[in-house]
């Protein structure tokens, strides 16, 4: 892809410098678009390497906050938003897990996307991505294992990357 891309640039700029005027300037741009796209299809392409193999019990967090499902929302922005750097929260009513809240979400157990501890840490990242969240539930059937999120997974990649080098 990228050797496809400089020939474009070139051929683009001989064309250009050669009297084909602003067509020889839009194979460069074709070109310089082209190289874009080659340089971030590889750049997934190390990401998934770099994570084949791990699963998401391997990265998961196995601690978080847990907040009462009777606590109003005022309490619990007063006593745990503003008084943590966590921005994910588990809701808790008789012991059992009844949803999670985010910095932007409430969100009952039945709205969560899961994942399972098994699941592969590029499959995790596919579907944060899909659903839009920065964290999802590690569940076995309607146990909570743990909570995987970007950040986890970013952390490991660059780790990854330093120890490469």
């Avoid at 400089?6 to 009297?19: A, E, Y």
């Avoid at 909570?144 to 990854?160: A, E, F, K, W, Y």
């Amino acid at each position: 892809g990228q050797v496809i891309a400089f020939g474009f640039i070139i051929v683009g700029l001989f064309r250009f410098f050669n009297g084909a005027g602003f067509g020889g300037l839009w194979l460069t741009f074709i070109g310089w678009f082209l190289l874009d796209a080659a340089r971030s299809s590889y750049a997934q392409f190390e990401t998934i390497e770099r994570l084949r193999g791990i699963r998401v019990r391997d990265v998961m967090a196995s601690d978080w906050p847990i907040i009462d499902g009777k606590t109003s929302l005022q309490t619990f922005v007063d006593d745990h938003l503003l008084r943590s750097a966590k921005r994910c929260f588990v809701v808790e009513e008789d012991g059992r897990v009844v949803g999670m809240i985010t910095h932007d979400a409430m969100l009952p157990l039945t709205k969560l996307h899961a994942v399972k501890p098994g699941t592969s840490l590029t499959e995790a990242l596919e579907t944060m991505g899909r659903k839009d969240v920065n964290q999802l539930p590690v569940m076995s059937n309607t146990h909570l294992d743990g909570i995987i999120s970007r950040g986890h997974i970013l952390r490991l990649l660059q780790t990854r990357v330093e120890l490469q080098r």
